[in-house]
């Protein structure tokens, strides 16, 4: 069975630094997410505020309002905030030891460790819980530097990249992944992310808590064991940031260490500026595209769109001009699903079709 989890996300929850909080409410492969915190939302279904479509996770006002209304103290206290501080504020420390005294384990997706904190470490050895330093990278005698192996392997390797952090690139690459899986292909999924492996990814790095100079390494060495264990019929690649901002390097280490065939982009076409510096534009989705195509001389073969402050009038106005502009099949899979993606798949990678056809067929 799975560790129930009651997941913190005060202020944030269905916004862009509410991703890890959004994402674990969407799918949770590890856990059973049983509430969220946030006090602006309180009472509300989780479900219903971020797709319109109750899924039974209620948001709780506190902690204490929480405790007081779940059957069961919850086993897990995930923080479900993504701030682009990355770091615990004072009123928070104070919320994180309580989950400790009520006997909660403490998931923490920020690059502060808390495993380093000797108030939070004695907390957690008095009342005989854990602590799970999500981005917490392993020591550099265990980290891996690029090898070539990633040259040598003909798996069909889609990467999903995007034009700014926080745009929907996981959301995208796990829908696509469970679609895939029910025509019966099998399926490896690299998580990059810290949401990503709180959802259960079985390969996968946080890349960004990585030393640049282990990150392409980290990122081949992922899409290798999933090659290695689980002979996959295709890898999708979670991608981070967008290889045009000039804050994060991210993007670029997962292209060199994937090595992708094919790039799907992710644009939310009415943000105007980046999400965490509203002083510099959002790149346009052409300018991303030929970036990618010329940084990684691999083709873009579709386009998703994060419907953020969009009508469904505006989504699918956006979708047709994406497809007359770029030539390329444009979807919202939140809202329209990914069959265009996986049309795309199969026309790119026909051997992809035929396994298809032969698991339906048997």
């Known amino acids: 069975m799975k560790e129930t989890a009651i997941v913190y996300c005060e202020n944030m929850f269905g916004t862009m630094d509410g991703k890890t909080a959004n994402g674990l409410v969407r799918r949770s492969d590890k856990y059973q997410v049983v509430g969220v915190i946030d006090s602006t939302k309180a009472g509300v279904d989780a479900g219903d505020y971020l797709e319109g479509k109750p899924n039974n996770i209620p948001i709780f006002a506190s902690l204490e309002q929480a405790l ?72 550099k005698k265990d980290m891996h530097l690029f090898s070539g192996r990633i040259l040598d392997i003909n798996t069909p390797t889609v990467a999903v990249l995007g034009t700014d952090s926080a745009v929907g690139k996981r959301t995208t690459s796990v829908i696509l992944e469970e679609a895939l899986i029910k025509m019966g292909l099998k399926v490896a999924f690299v998580a990059t992310g810290q949401t990503g492996l709180i959802q259960g990814a079985k390969y996968g790095v946080a890349i960004d808590a990585i030393p640049s100079q282990f990150m392409t390494g980290e990122i081949e060495n992922q899409v290798m064991r999933a090659y290695d264990n689980d002979n996959p019929d295709i890898i999708i690649v979670e ?33 105007k500026n980046l999400g965490d510096f509203d002083y510099m534009k959002m790149p346009t989705i052409q300018s991303e595209i030929e970036l990618i195509e010329t940084f990684s001389k691999s083709k873009v073969i579709g386009v998703t769109i994060n419907h953020e402050n969009m009508s469904d009038t505006e989504i699918s106005e956006a979708v047709t001009t994406y497809e007359k502009d770029l030539k390329l099949p444009a979807t919202d899979v939140l809202k329209h699903g990914c069959d265009k993606l996986i049309d795309t798949l199969f026309t790119t990678y026909p051997e992809l079709a035929r396994k298809k056809n032969k698991v339906l067929v048997n």
Do not use: W
């Open 239 to 271: 991608g981070q940031g967008a290889l045009s901002h000039p804050a994060y390097i991210s993007s670029c280490s997962i292209i060199r260490g994937s090595r992708p065939s094919s790039i799907i982009v992710q644009h939310p076409p009415k943000r």
């Open 68 to 139: 007081l209304q779940l059957s069961k103290v919850p086993d897990q206290f995930i923080y479900g905030i993504a701030p682009s501080e990355a770091f615990l504020k004072r009123y928070e420390r104070e919320i994180v030891l309580e989950a400790m005294k009520q006997g909660m384990s403490i998931v923490n997706t920020l690059h502060e460790f808390f495993t380093n904190d000797e108030e939070f470490v004695k907390h957690s050895i008095k009342y005989g819980v854990m602590i799970n330093d999500v981005r917490k990278p392993p020591e």
